[in-house]
């Protein structure tokens, strides 16, 4: 038998009524050497994800980390608020939030350097306020900012 992608092999097999399709195997062996098989899998019925609900409006969402959670999910999300929306009002409730702060700036490529600078300063403005290491390592993501 000569099969390449120009001349694919085809064959129908009458199968007896009753048989299971999933019982079946086609196989092409050359020389007692099986080339390639195939039998049809079994697909399970799954039940479909549940529908994702928009959040509130950020106004309406009650903590700093709800805010910057939902910011974290708009920012990939085409159903939610904007992104923008949702760190804005996280920067009204806290402007020196670090982490909203860091997510304005992470986000710049989309918004004016400018102001994605002016964040990232006012994050590490807060990061090292502290004179004691542990509360300031994390400025050291961000040197010579």
């Given amino acids: 038998m000569a099969i390449d992608p120009g ?7 009458a199968v007896p009524a009753g048989i299971d399709e999933h019982d079946l195997v086609a196989s092409i ?10 039998s049809p899998i079994r697909l399970e019925k799954k039940s479909m994800p549940a529908v994702v609900t928009p959040p509130p409006v950020p106004q309406d969402i009650k ?3 709800e ?3 939902t910011a974290c999910a708009s920012s990939s999300s085409t159903t939610h608020a ?4 949702v760190l804005d009002e996280a920067l009204r409730r806290d402007p020196g939030d670090i982490r909203v702060n860091t997510c ?3 986000t710049a490529s989309r918004r004016p350097l ?8 006012k994050a590490i403005e807060r990061l ?7 509360d300031g390592e994390a400025s050291t993501i961000w040197p010579g900012a």
């Fill in 29 to 38: 062996s050359a020389e007692g050497k099986e080339l390639v098989s195939y």
């Fill in 63 to 65: 903590t700093d980390e």
């Fill in 104 to 106: 304005w700036a992470s």
């Fill in 82 to 85: 904007p992104c923008r929306i």
């Fill in 128 to 134: 090292t306020d502290s004179t004691r290491p542990k």
């Fill in 7 to 13: 001349k694919p092999f085809a064959k129908e097999v």
């Fill in 114 to 121: 400018r102001r994605g600078r002016k964040h990232l300063r």
């Fill in 67 to 69: 805010l910057y959670l």
